[in-house]
């Protein structure tokens, strides 16, 4: 293999890099599976809503774990037209061996099928080969008919060493250019032309980078240079994004008599909350009056993608997407004459955290933000299952533009308490004298939790309800033998069920002995890995939760407890870990567990404090009872 026929690459280039993939947190790191020769992003804007995307690469495989950056997808849409896509594959001799065409490139909706219309579409290329090395290149152009974000440059990846990339953003010599370096220096070179001022950012020779276990998304841990424009405009909506007012005062003229209600249907409104005693009586009416009459639908077309459909269009079909939801829902609050406004939020459980001094638009939600007499409530519209007043975990905690008449401002959403998020279970099991045991649980869940049971029960027919009961326990060879879901109910604060399972040779025979493990409702699946050198990253939890087991069992007859495991307690500021097994006066062994973690961010210091919290869950999936037959 002779790596120099390949694009100029020469050995003493390739040598140089390697150092610079070494990490100490990942072996992975230390051999970079592609090497990206070239990369360059240009971002060419002609005015507020013209703008044209180039990119282009050049990538060196090294091996079948880099073989995935063959695959190359495009995603694109009514606003932004894919004009170009070319690519070819150059084999390690330097000769040309495959090119981009019908055969190797599939385009396809880029949604899954429960949107009813979305525009959003992907064209994958691929170009692939079984000799190692080769180099992919690629490039393809997007035309912007409509431009409500700039892109975000990362000059540094997780799987690759980068020897060169460029990102390349012009404009008019009227027109700003807005940038937010995260966790970068980088500054662009700018450089006027005539009437084009062109800012450009470069780097060279940078190795993979490592992400650190257990921190913040690997978006908000990357080198970026984030950008966004000043003036913007979509389908000749025209807004200004150098303050968060600006984008409300945009998105409030989208929806802009939007929300007249159909005389019938305020007369429903009204009627509904005739004897509510207060603004929070009158919007729980209302947000169940809303939740029974719609569904959720994507509706993502053009300008659709900002602009909700009104309040006429959805009362008619029963169903919106998020903007059209909240758009009803607040236009019947105001007929029972409560005030709400609609809130931009970005949605999702590991997403980074926006800077509030760089005005931008990350968002692909809308909430509902009622003050209330200044004990403010948030609502989801777009859930017919989460109780009146939750937004779920991934719209907690997080700032959200909320749309007031005066100008947007950003508000905090609210964050739950661990034991807001509480699951509790509690079992019997009737082991008998052939390791078998009989288990009847009585599971209850609250907060983001009952949001996860909730979300999964309702929306399964029966048989999937069956088989995601069967995958909750982490036990193998499990028969459901009774199964109570009548207490899983859409909008409820709380939910839980009950289940009556057989699970064959629980415990293991050897000899006079059965050997068991009492963990059995939770088992902690993955620890925090030990790191070297100092960590620089928080850790990230989801949200706040509080897990109480209690099992009890009944052991079979003619044996005793010969062996039980250590107790377990530990606590620290952020969380703790108990887990004890105690035998009891008439018999039968009680095995405790208690998982609590009181804050969703832990500072990087504390980072070996959690990874000892974990990893002493862990041993409950190992430590075990040992019981011996009696005489």
């Known amino acids: 293999m002779i790596l120099g026929k390949i694009s100029g690459v020469s050995w003493m280039i390739f040598a140089s890099v390697l150092p610079l993939c070494a990490s100490v947190q990942s072996s992975s790191a230390q051999d970079p599976n592609a090497i990206i020769q070239s990369q360059s992003m240009h971002f060419d804007v002609d005015g507020p809503g013209k703008a044209t995307m180039r990119v282009a690469r050049e990538i060196l495989i090294l091996g079948p774990a880099g073989r995935h950056h063959g695959v190359i997808p495009v995603y694109y849409d009514d606003l932004r037209k894919l004009k170009k896509f070319s690519g070819t594959l150059t084999n390690d001799d330097g000769k040309v061996v495959g090119k981009l065409n019908r055969d190797n490139t599939e385009d396809r909706s880029a949604v899954s099928a429960a949107s009813f219309y979305d525009d959003s579409r992907v064209r994958i290329g691929t170009l692939v080969s079984d000799d190692y090395p080769y180099v992919v290149s690629y490039e393809y152009e997007l035309l912007y008919d409509g431009v409500s974000h700039w892109p975000t440059w990362y000059p540094q990846e997780t799987e690759a060493a980068v020897l060169n990339s460029e990102f390349v953003v012009t404009v008019p010599d009227d027109m700003d250019v807005r940038y937010w370096n995260r966790n970068t220096d980088l500054e662009p070179q700018i450089t006027q032309n005539r009437r084009r001022v062109e800012y450009r950012w470069s780097t060279a020779m940078r190795g993979v980078f490592t992400a650190e276990p257990w921190g913040p998304p690997l978006e908000e841990q990357l080198p970026a240079v984030v950008t966004a424009p000043g003036l913007f405009e979509v389908d000749g909506y025209r807004g200004n994004m150098t303050t968060w007012a600006g984008l409300s005062f945009w998105y409030s003229e989208l929806i802009e008599g939007r929300a007249e209600v159909p005389q019938q249907l305020a007369a429903d409104v009204q009627y509904l909350v005739r004897d509510a005693s207060s603004n929070e009586e009158k919007a729980r009416l209302v947000y169940k009056f809303v939740q029974d009459r719609t569904r959720y639908v994507s509706v993502q077309l053009g300008i659709g ?263 377990i307690e530990y606590e620290t500021e952020f969380g703790r870990y108990v887990e004890r097994s105690t035998l009891r006066d008439d018999g039968s062994l009680l095995h405790t567990r208690i998982l609590e973690i009181r804050e969703t961010e832990v500072p990087a210091e504390n980072y070996e404090e959690v990874r000892i919290l974990y990893s002493l869950a862990a041993t409950g999936n190992r430590n075990q009872v040992v019981l011996v037959k009696s005489g």
């Not at 409560?338 to 692909?364: H, T």
């Not at 399964?460 to 009961?469: E, I, K």
């Open 305 to 567: 993608s900002w602009q909700p459909y009104d309040v006429i269009y959805v009362d008619k079909n029963g169903f919106g997407d998020c903007k059209a939801l909240v758009n009803y829902t607040q236009a019947l609050l105001g007929v029972a004459g409560v005030e709400a406004y609609p809130a931009l939020i970005r949605n999702g459980l590991r997403l980074s955290e926006m800077s509030p001094d760089f005005p931008c638009n990350p968002f692909n939600h809308v909430i509902l933000y009622l003050p209330n007499d200044g004990d403010p409530l948030w609502l989801e519209a777009t859930s017919q299952t989460i109780a009146f007043g939750r937004i779920g975990a991934s719209n907690e905690d997080r700032w959200a533009l909320v749309a007031f008449p005066d100008g947007g401002k950003l508000v905090r959403t609210p964050t739950s308490q661990a034991e807001d998020n509480f699951l509790s279970r509690n079992a019997n099991v009737a082991l008998d004298a052939a390791g078998n045991a009989t288990v009847v649980v009585d599971a209850r869940f609250g907060g983001s939790q009952q949001d996860y049971v909730t979300g999964n029960i309702l929306q399964l027919d029966d048989a999937g309800r069956m088989d995601w009961l069967r995958d909750y326990l982490p036990l193998p060879s499990l028969d459901l033998v009774d199964v109570d879901l009548s207490d899983v109910q859409a909008g409820q604060e709380v939910v839980g069920f009950k289940m009556g399972v057989f699970v064959s040779g629980y415990a293991r025979r050897s000899g006079r002995r059965f050997f068991f493990v009492p963990s059995m409702l939770d088992r902690v699946e993955s620890t925090p890995p030990p790191i070297e050198g100092e960590r620089t990253q928080p850790v990230r939890f989801s949200y706040r939760f509080l897990d109480t087991d209690s099992t009890t069992f009944l052991l079979p007859d003619g044996y005793k407890v010969e062996a039980l495991p250590e107790p």
